[in-house]
């Protein structure tokens, strides 16, 4: 190799470290067995999560049955996960996330036997689904909370795009899994049955995680510390514009209620790559993902980022060939990726630690009651409207929605994350399990 030669390749490597996904949260145990958890349950949890839609649908073939699938987890969601959100930050959270994460897997196992007894009943499966979401609404504030007490500041945008990561490469695997098992006999027991397994182990990398107790200065949990929590968002335009933006996201364009009809009428019933597409995209945009926790004016880069979503899912929904649609909807999961860890970042390091939970609590209102409304709308809109309608037209009315609030709401737009601080942004010290 020549001189010139020998000097590129350490310029390349140096490049390709710069924009690689920063790894040193993994330095720190206890954000190891978190995030080892959170794999793991991913897997599982997205099997059940491809596999509900698909038995409704399969039941009552009516994409507005599968859009209340959505609905029905939407009130437990909001419901327990401001009240979740409250008590994780009076409690030792450590604690709250294990016993939630209980709660989760009894119902999956509630799902695999009413499947085991084939019982074929639409409303027990909604039923099973709703009481999930409230635990998962709580599991979800105090795992949201605890990330700032075992990392540093400076490490949780590279914290948070590890999460973000890891939970698509668990929305990659368990779809495509989900779509070999529920077109096979018996498949809803084996999609049900694993995940029951697998949240197992993620079980005990929660019990291994250290004790993580409240700092004492938060009040005690009920509907004041609840609405007091509200109130911190609602005058603080930075934090009410990035929850404002996702719902707009999810709520319009997110398609997934679409999925197994469009699979149905245009590919052979081919659901698994569509349910996994967007995870796909997130996860090469995680594993590149050096450049985010350099990137200052969050605000700008949020708004391209939920732009540039509604759009990728307004073209998909015009391809007829399977492979462009996941494509198109894998861009759109690189784009999903971005956002959802700049939203998080804000959300994180913007609020007091005695604020974190409710932030988390609204957090998780946010990012899985949005969704549910968006089957629900999806859902409705290709019964009025048909499909391509419901699924074009909601990523196009997304992308103009979030540009007309960005440009409106200046104090976001101009948000500088190394200009504003926070409150509060050092890490804790945990008490070692």
């Known amino acids: 190799m020549t001189g010139e030669g020998a000097g590129a390749q350490p310029g390349f490597a140096g490049r390709l470290r710069h924009h690689a996904v920063d790894t040193r949260p993994l330095r720190i145990p206890a954000f190891r067995r978190q995030l080892a958890g959170q794999g793991t349950s991913f897997i599982g949890a997205m099997l059940t999560q491809v596999a509900v839609p698909v038995q409704v649908f399969q039941l009552s073939h009516s994409s507005l049955q599968v859009g209340m699938v959505g609905l029905v987890g939407f009130v437990p969601l909001v ?207 995680g594993v590149s993902s050096g450049w985010i926790g350099r990137v200052r004016r969050q605000g700008v880069a949020l708004t391209v980022a939920i732009v540039g979503w509604g759009l990728c899912v307004a073209a998909s929904g015009l391809a007829h060939r399977l492979w462009l649609a996941v494509l198109l909807l894998a861009f759109a999961g690189a784009a999903d990726l971005v956002s959802s860890v700049y939203r998080q970042t804000i959300l994180q390091t913007y609020a007091p630690d005695e604020m974190r939970g409710r932030m988390q609590g609204v957090f998780v209102v946010v990012v899985t009651g949005g969704p549910r409304l968006g089957d629900l709308r999806a859902g409705a809109t290709a019964a009025a409207a048909g499909v391509t309608v419901s699924w074009v037209g909601g990523g196009l009315l997304c992308a103009v929605l979030v540009l007309i609030a960005a440009f409106t709401v200046r104090p976001f737009w101009r948000y500088d994350a190394g200009a504003a601080g926070s409150p509060d942004v050092t890490a804790e010290t945990v008490v070692p399990a």
């Open 79 to 285: 419901v327990f996960g401001l009240y979740g959100g409250s008590i994780a930050d009076v409690v030792d959270r450590r604690t709250l996330y294990l016993l939630s994460s209980i709660g989760v897997w009894v119902v999956t196992l509630g799902l695999l036997v009413q499947t085991v007894l084939h019982l074929n009943s639409i409303p027990l499966i909604l039923a099973l689904v709703a009481v999930q979401a409230a635990f998962f609404a709580i599991s979800s504030a105090a795992r949201g909370a605890i990330i700032p007490r075992i990392v540093d500041s400076e490490l949780v945008p590279a914290a948070n795009t590890l999460s973000f990561t890891v939970g698509n490469v668990g929305q990659v695997l368990g779809p495509l899994i989900a779509g070999v098992l529920v077109t096979r006999p018996n498949g809803f027991q084996w999609a049900y049955g694993f995940d029951a397994i697998l949240f197992t182990l993620a079980l005990y990398a929660a019990l291994r995680l250290p004790h993580i107790p409240p700092d004492g200065t938060a009040r005690k949990a009920g509907f004041h510390s609840v609405v007091e929590g509200l109130r911190f968002i609602a005058v603080r335009p930075v934090l009410f514009m990035s929850f404002g933006v996702d719902i707009v996201a999810m709520m319009f364009a997110l398609p997934r209620a679409l999925y197994p009809q469009v699979a149905a009428e245009r590919w052979n019933g081919q659901v698994g790559p569509l349910y996994a597409a967007i995870a796909i995209g997130a996860v090469i945009a």
